[in-house]
């Protein structure tokens, strides 16, 4: 059974930081491209940020220079550090496991406000 488990949202004031964690379980997690996705209310899904299994990285353009993702293969882990929050990044944000078919994970909660 494939679960992706985010954890590290919250409320943060703009210009703040928070680091985001997806422990996967029940894949190869090594082998695949993993990524960050968000929705705000009344928006789509959009791309955050992915990660190859190399390691190339790549990112929205409104995230660059901001944040980071990373990942551990050997605790089935990727991260998303987010500096320089802006009101604008809140959403609720998804990780996802670029398998075929992709799973995702339930989400978590990121709140940018003063």
């Known amino acids: 059974q494939v679960q992706l488990v985010e954890s590290g949202g919250g409320l943060v004031q703009p210009g703040g930081s928070l680091k985001l964690s997806c422990v996967a379980s029940g894949i190869m997690f090594r082998i695949y491209t993993m990524g960050w996705y968000r929705q705000a209310p009344g928006k789509q899904r959009e791309l955050v940020a992915t990660?190859?299994?190399?390691?190339?990285?790549n990112y929205q353009d409104s995230v660059k220079g901001r944040f980071t993702i990373a990942r551990d293969n050997n605790q089935n882990t990727v991260y998303l550090q987010m500096n320089s929050l802006k009101p604008e990044d809140t959403a609720v944000y998804y990780c996802?496991?670029?398998?075929?078919?992709?799973?995702w994970g339930q989400g978590t909660q990121v709140t940018v406000s003063s």
């Open positions: 990660i190859t299994s190399g390691g190339t990285m």
């Open positions: 996802t496991a670029q398998t075929m078919p992709p799973y």
